[in-house]
């Protein structure tokens, strides 16, 4: 029986001692001024409906109370309302209590002096029971659904009350007595019920708001955290490439619908891969912010920076429209940059160059904008650096040219009029073919022939490139495999990768996947590369691309070795197999001494490495003896052919076989 009762009272003795929440307290404290209004006017009312001469005597006071204490209790709840409770403290809980009794109080007094003091026979309160029971009916529930967040004040509230209407009716003999008590017991219990379940129902709602809050506030951090991937650089928290093109567009739309005009810089880091070499990543992706901080520290808050590649960056200058305008931020920004950094207890000195356009004056379009400002970014680099220049005339009759001639090429690639010559490279110890140098042609309609050294160029800065390398590629993979059909053996062909080639590693190995899928190998193919493809913009991944072709079986072999800036660090970088040698030094063996002594010390460089030498550019006897007098392997030039078709190779190669056999 024990554990039978202790099992019904458990849950009750829990609901009671349920220690109220912040959420429950506030809820108390926001409806208390309510609650006190309500109290008061009920007690206004029922002053006027029961007045009575020889009640004024505790009609007055009790009204004077019950504002008092209302006027307080609002007071109370309006300045603790101010300050949202975050920690319920015990003392809190009993302020609750002793609140629930003050509220309790002048309805717990009006029963008692009319029931109790009066009695039944009395003939002054003869009409007063019905107003009592009415009013003190409705301030109980009233209270209780004020208070119903805290259980044990709505509890208390509703005890005090009942206790004296009670206790009131049985001491004044009112012959109601038990029906009344009876019905304080079933009434008293309802409203217990009620204040449980709304108090329950109230805790669910904060609990679901507070889940979708917290789900909502996920989201929305969510949301942040997507527009930083999608829009800002990790390294130096400015907008990257995809997000300025945006702001960008936007710039033009905005130029266009409004007028007025604004400016575009693209800067470019000098040297930058030299501090990649020298002290790392880390300390470069460090120079990246602090180039970041000095940019922002030195342009207008409504401009626009954005990092749009490796040392790359790009600026709209929203109130500048003019070229001394221009001049004057890119001094201050150039200045800015020159000052020395001290990064991880290294000095780095930064600097850049800068190419500017504005706009409408220069294009309106921002595909245009970026094309005109990197040509004056070039044309910066190649002035010396560390300088700005603006897109001008002669650069637009530059401009001019580039799009007749990507017409052309766009035209060449359609029509099938670009074609691949070979020029042979002969070993200079037995005069044995060594393999061909795959060389691209175009010859106008008119015959005139365009220099691809001019075409490949544009080509890369008019996003041809990878159509143009993908024909080359196609064809001398078709020629290859025509050769191997006649039963000829050509070598080792070698093609040339551009810079950007390497700059779109995807592309490059789609390429290489081509001649695979087709049987063309490591055995057959030479890859050929310039310092170009080491150096400038969007090259820090190289050394990983080429270890990758060589470990492939690609030999790779260096081009215009001892023209760059960086040649014998480049060596030690990659895996080269074969290194060229420039014809600017072949061509004046016979002549200067100090050619010969370039050329010696390249071949002796070669030998030490393991790696094998190739001459480029031999034209006459006298130079192909001295190249082999100085350890030479392998000579390219017109002594022996000029660039010549796949059909006149094919015919070079049968006779080679024909002459050892």
């Not at 012959?175 to 219990?189: N, V």
């Amino acid at each position: 029986m024990r554990q039978i009762f202790r099992s019904l009272i458990a849950p009750i003795r829990a609901v009671l001692t349920r220690h109220p929440s912040p959420e429950d307290v506030n809820s108390v404290v926001s409806g208390t001024a309510f609650g006190a209004f309500i109290t008061a006017l009920n007690a206004v009312i029922y002053v006027i409906g029961a007045f009575d001469k020889e009640e004024v005597s505790f009609l007055a006071p009790w009204l004077g109370a019950v504002v008092v204490l209302c006027a307080v209790l609002s007071w109370m709840s309006i300045r603790s309302s101010k300050r949202a409770v975050r920690r319920v403290s015990k003392r809190t809980a009993r302020r609750l209590m002793i609140t629930s009794v003050l509220l309790a109080l002048p309805w717990a007094a009006l029963p008692i002096h009319v029931f109790a003091l009066h009695g039944a026979g009395d003939p002054h309160g003869a009409g007063e029971p019905m107003l009592v029971m009415v009013v003190s009916t409705g301030m109980l529930a009233g209270g209780v659904l004020v208070l119903h967040r805290a259980l044990t004040a709505a509890v208390t509230y509703m005890t005090t009350i009942l206790l004296a209407v009670t206790g009131s009716v049985q001491i004044g003999g009112w012959e109601e007595a038990w029906p009344i008590t009876a019905y304080c017991f079933i009434y008293g219990m309802f409203l217990a019920y009620f204040a449980t379940s709304a108090g329950d129902t109230a805790r669910q709602r904060d609990e679901s708001v507070a889940a979708l809050s917290q789900a909502v506030e996920g989201l929305r951090a969510a949301r942040d955290e997507n527009y930083l991937l999608a829009n800002i650089d990790d390294t130096t928290g400015l907008l990257n490439r995809k997000a300025f093109n945006a702001r960008l567009a936007e710039a033009v739309a905005q130029q266009a619908s409004n007028g007025g005009g604004f400016s575009v810089l693209l800067m470019d880091l000098d040297r930058f891969k030299n501090v990649n070499d020298l002290f790392g990543h880390s300390v470069g992706d460090e120079l990246l912010a602090e180039i970041a901080r000095r940019l922002r520290a030195n342009l207008h808050e409504g401009d626009v920076i954005g990092r749009i590649g490796g040392d790359e960056f790009c600026i709209i200058l929203v109130e500048a429209a003019t070229e001394a305008q221009i001049k004057s931020v890119a001094g201050r920004l150039l200045e800015a940059l020159n000052v020395p950094a001290r990064l991880a207890g290294r000095q780095v000195h930064p600097g850049a160059s800068i190419g500017a356009v504005i706009c409408p004056d220069d294009a309106a379009d921002p595909v245009e904008l970026f094309l005109k400002a990197d040509l004056a970014l070039n044309r910066a680099k190649e002035a010396g650096r560390g300088q700005c220049v603006k897109f001008d005339d002669h650069l637009r009759q530059q401009v001019i040219t580039n799009d007749r001639i990507e017409a052309g090429l766009r035209d060449a690639l359609k029509d099938n009029l670009l074609y691949v010559q070979y020029q042979p490279k002969i070993s200079l110890r037995d005069g044995r073919p060594m393999g061909a140098e795959a060389l691209v042609r175009w010859t106008l309609p008119d015959g005139q022939k365009v220099s691809p050294e001019f075409f490949l160029s544009i080509a890369a800065e008019r996003g041809l490139l990878p159509s143009l390398s993908r024909h080359i590629a196609e064809a001398v993979a078709d020629h290859i495999l025509g050769w191997r059909a006649e039963g000829l053996n050509p070598g080792k062909i070698a093609l040339n990768i551009h810079p950007d080639d390497i700059k779109s590693p995807e592309l490059l190995m789609e390429t290489i996947q081509m001649f695979e899928s087709k049987g063309i190998t490591g055995d057959d193919l030479l890859l050929e590369i310039t310092e170009g493809c080491l150096i400038g913009r969007g090259t820090d991944m190289v050394s990983r691309l080429l270890d990758a072709l060589a470990d492939r079986g690609y030999d790779l072999s260096l081009d215009d070795f001892g023209t760059g800036h960086a040649a014998l660090a480049h060596l030690k970088k990659i895996p080269v197999a074969e290194i060229k040698i420039d014809r600017s030094f072949v061509s004046g063996l016979e002549v200067r001494r100090d050619d010969r002594a370039i050329v010696a010390a390249i071949t002796e460089i070669a030998r030490g490495m393991g790696i094998r030498s190739v001459a480029e550019g031999v034209e006459t006897q006298a130079q192909c003896d001295m190249l082999k007098a100085l350890g030479v392997e392998v000579g390219q030039g017109y002594l022996w052919s000029r660039p010549i078709s796949a059909e006149s190779f094919a015919a070079y190669l049968a006779e080679q076989q024909r002459k050892v056999g």
